[in-house]
């Protein structure tokens, strides 16, 4: 049995090939083979194509034959007998002739073990004949052709619109076609609603964006994640509203969400009541004019911790091949789940326990929270005064990215937003010192975006005094590390981590997601190229737009009310 079976095998190509290393693989790894099965894949791709336009050609035919032949409607109240399909043709010649002669049809099958009705559609031999009729009526019906792409998406015959296009895929792709498929399936269903307001004007865009969604999410993931990437866009595109014309249009990441200008009513109510206190500021680590020595006494220590693995380590540059993956660590949050024996702890990323060896390889990293010593690498320094800045914003929304370099954390990326939402300032900046590594899961910072940064970081700041005074009340989550990387000390300060204090006190927070999430039923922080510091800069004013239209003791009360522990 194992023989006959091996031999049947070695004509069929390995799905993994030319990544599979198994020693005694049971598929064929011969170039012929593949070629073979490449090759009846092309013919079989054309034979559909060439089916689709044919198709294609005579519904034109028959519209245009139609067209010129109809005259005026009928006056009887008889309605004339519609023409039946071609398909429905075929069904009913297969019945008829089982009718007729069973015993020949079914003798003719048991010679040929199976029947091929349409396309690649085949038929098994069953000896009943009402099972053997249903079979192939529903194969002849189920035969109907849908718009077809290639594995790359091209070439898409779009002649019925209304169902989703058929993906071609080739036997080296790293999916089965069936989840590719099933991935289209649903894309294509939310387009169609998303623009069901433009579709008669542009009756194939739910198509080409289906097949472009998949194709990004395609091109990006791997095996593993492919699914979760393709879940992740789907709740998107369900959260989406109708498209309002062609302009509200676009594919996940690429299409953005119209915001009518409204006046906030951060600017027609009185926040003083709401600043962070001068306790308050030194209680979360804010920089304070007091608490910087100008001239430390002590030199800066020469080795640090790694704020990832918390490893003693000597900082060096340039790095080593060996240093580069010197640190292991999980990346991912840590959650309980409960077992027979009670409840262990586990990290989000690779699912494993909490005592369990880093799956994340990167170089060690640190973090400067001394004051004196980031006065003494950087200075500090203050906004200017509202006499300087006569138009100064009163209300902004900040939210800075960072990656490690040399020197700890430092700026990468500073986001200015006003009251109104809109996007004042958003710009890349060159660190200041040699960076170890960019941080990309979570600043969403990559060597390009460095390498075509226009500011440096004494320009930032130049840029920010034409906008901001030292009566400009900033706005964020954990304006703390924002003010530190900035080397900005202010006073007038709104911080969200301090209008929702979590119950544990001090150091923990509440994050910025889990905030948006319970307060303004709104999902931030999805993307997997790491965090948009204009997205978190905007839901911290939204939040705080909450608080003035709702109540500060109201809202604490919801946020613990919905939270369990």
Request: aromatic residues 6%; hydrophobic residues 35%.
């Amino acid at each position: 049995m194992f023989a006959a079976t091996n031999k049947y095998l070695t004509r069929v190509p390995c799905p993994y090939y030319p990544k599979c290393f198994r020693l005694r693989c049971l598929f064929s790894h011969e170039a012929s083979v593949i070629a073979e099965r490449e090759n009846q894949e092309k013919e079989l791709n054309k034979k559909i194509a060439d089916e689709n336009a044919k198709i294609k050609k005579n519904l034109i035919l028959k519209r245009e034959r139609k067209e010129a032949l109809s005259g005026p409607p009928p006056t009887s109240n008889v309605e004339t007998p519609r023409e039946e399909s071609p398909l429905l043709k075929k069904a009913k010649l297969a019945n008829a002739m089982i009718d007729q002669q069973p015993s020949a049809i079914t003798s003719e099958i048991k010679n040929n073990n199976n029947m091929k009705l349409h396309g690649n559609i085949s038929l098994k031999f069953s000896s009943s004949s009402t099972i053997l009729n249903d079979r192939i009526q529903n194969n002849v019906i189920k035969s109907i052709p849908r718009p077809v792409a290639s594995s790359n998406h091209s070439g898409i015959q779009n002649f019925n619109l209304r169902q989703p296009p058929l993906l071609l895929t080739k036997v080296t792709d790293k999916l089965p076609r069936q989840i590719r498929q099933k991935a289209i399936d649903l894309f294509f269903k939310e387009f169609s609603r998303i623009y069901e307001p433009v579709l008669p004007a542009s009756p194939s865009l739910a198509h080409e964006h289906a097949l472009s969604q998949e194709l990004a999410i395609y091109s990006k993931a791997h095996k593993a994640t492919y699914q979760a990437m393709a879940g992740h866009a789907l709740k998107r595109l369900k959260e989406r509203t109708a498209a309002l014309d062609i302009n509200d249009t676009g594919i996940d990441g690429v299409w953005v969400k119209r915001v009518e200008k409204v006046t906030s009513v951060l600017l027609t109510n009185d926040l003083k009541p709401l600043l962070m206190s001068e306790i308050e500021l030194i209680d979360h680590g804010f920089p304070i004019e007091t608490a910087i020595e100008k001239e430390p006494s002590s030199p800066p220590p020469t080795s640090r911790q790694c704020e990832r693995c918390s490893t003693e380590f000597t900082p060096s540059y340039p790095l080593n091949p060996k240093q580069l993956g010197a640190c292991r660590f999980h990346h991912g949050n840590i959650y309980t789940k409960k077992t027979f024996g009670g409840k262990e702890r586990y990290y989000s990323c690779c699912h494993s326990l909490t005592d369990t060896l880093g799956c994340t390889t990167a170089p060690h990293v640190f973090k400067i929270e001394d004051l004196s010593e980031l006065h003494r690498i950087h200075p500090f320094r203050k906004l200017p005064s509202s006499t300087e800045v006569p138009n100064y914003l009163p209300i902004v929304g900040i939210d800075c990215e960072m990656s490690y370099t040399t020197n700890g954390l430092e700026l990468t990326r500073l986001t200015v937003v006003s009251a109104d939402g809109e996007r004042l300032f958003d710009e890349v900046c060159k660190p200041l010192a040699p960076i170890v590594d960019l941080n990309t899961r979570y600043s969403g910072i990559t060597q390009d975006m460095i390498d075509k940064a226009k500011f440096t970081f004494d320009q930032l700041h130049e840029e920010m005094k034409k906008h901001l005074s030292e009566d400009t009340i900033i706005v964020g989550h954990g304006l703390d590390n924002d003010l530190k990387t900035l080397r900005l000390i202010h006073k007038k300060v709104i911080d969200t981590t301090a209008l929702f204090p979590h119950p544990k006190k001090l150091p923990y927070r509440f994050s910025l997601r889990l905030l948006a999430d319970k307060l303004l039923q709104k999902t931030i922080q999805k993307g997997t190229n790491g965090h948009d510091s204009y997205e978190d800069a905007k839901t911290a004013l939204e939040i705080l737009e909450k608080i003035v239209s709702s109540g500060k003791n109201k809202l604490q009360e919801e946020l613990l009310r919905l939270i369990t522990y």
